[in-house]
T-cell receptor, first 114, second 115 residues
Framework: AQSVSQHNHHVILSEAASLELGCNYSYGGTVNLFWYVQYPGQHLQLLLKYFSGDPLVKGIKGFEAEFIKSKFSFNLRKPSVQWSDTAEYFC????????????FGSGTQLTVLP | DAGITQSPRHKVTETGTPVTLRCHQTENHRYMYWYRQDPGHGLRLIHYSYGVKDTDKGEVSDGYSVSRSKTEDFLLTLESATSSQTSVYFCAINLGTGAPGNTIYFGEGSWLTVV
């Protein structure tokens, strides 16, 4: 079975600081990777996704993520965070045989201080 | 907007009562899912459907049943609600038709409180 680990449960940053949120997954085969964001009281929105090709993927709102197969990682980055980035961030994986469902990490709450 | 509507959006119910949550999509996407979200657990799959009358269990299916009699509707039923089922429930659809990895989009959620 697949599993996803997000080691940072709560991250607090000041505006303009750089962000990196860790995500590691357990499945050893071909995977598709996603980052979702959930603003307070809202549903999950897709930030970015990796299916194949360039391991550095760019998403919306200035976010990017790098897939490192050898480390089973898909870390989310942003060079300079804003107060409006305060939200919860979820990493998810979808692999073969998983009936097209997603397995999620437990989430990282990001708080950006003005 | 992936055209997903969940109802009700908020509900308070008593322990032991049945509850049905509805997910409606405006397009004919084949795959639909029900997830629950709880603090510290992220989102966990309850049930999913890969077509009319075709459903299967997810990670946390105990206490839940689903039905899909039409492509556009996917119903989640709590036969006898318990306090442990207090949660936020998200319906999701897979916009793709082919290999795994097609992008999944979520509805706005249904907040259920069991008292």
């Amino acid at each position: 079975a697949q599993s996803v680990s997000q080691h940072n449960h709560h991250v607090i940053l000041s505006e303009a600081a750089s962000l990196e949120l860790g995500c590691n997954y357990s499945y050893g085969g071909t995977v598709n990777l996603f980052w979702y964001v959930q603003y307070p009281g809202q549903h999950l929105q897709l930030l970015l996704k990796y299916f194949s090709g360039d391991p550095l993927v760019k998403g919306i709102k200035g976010f990017e993520a790098e897939f490192i197969k050898s480390k089973f990682s898909f870390n989310l980055r942003k060079p300079s965070v804003q107060w409006s980035d305060t939200a919860e961030y979820f990493c998810a994986v979808n692999g073969p045989g998983s009936a097209r469902q997603l397995t999620f990490g437990s989430g990282t709450q990001l708080t950006v201080l003005p | 907007d992936a055209g997903i509507t969940q109802s009700p959006r908020h509900k308070v119910t008593e322990t032991g009562t049945p509850v049905t949550l509805r997910c409606h999509q405006t397009e004919n996407h084949r795959y639909m899912y029900w997830y629950r979200q709880d603090p510290g657990h992220g989102l966990r799959l309850i049930h999913y459907s890969y077509g009319v009358k075709d459903t299967d269990k997810g990670e946390v299916s105990d206490g839940y049943s689903v039905s899909r009699s039409k492509t556009e509707d996917f119903l989640l039923t709590l036969e006898s609600a318990t306090s442990s089922q207090t949660s936020v429930y998200f319906c999701a659809i897979n916009l793709g038709t082919g290999a795994p990895g097609n992008t999944i989009y979520f509805g706005e959620g249904s907040w259920l409180t069991v008292v």
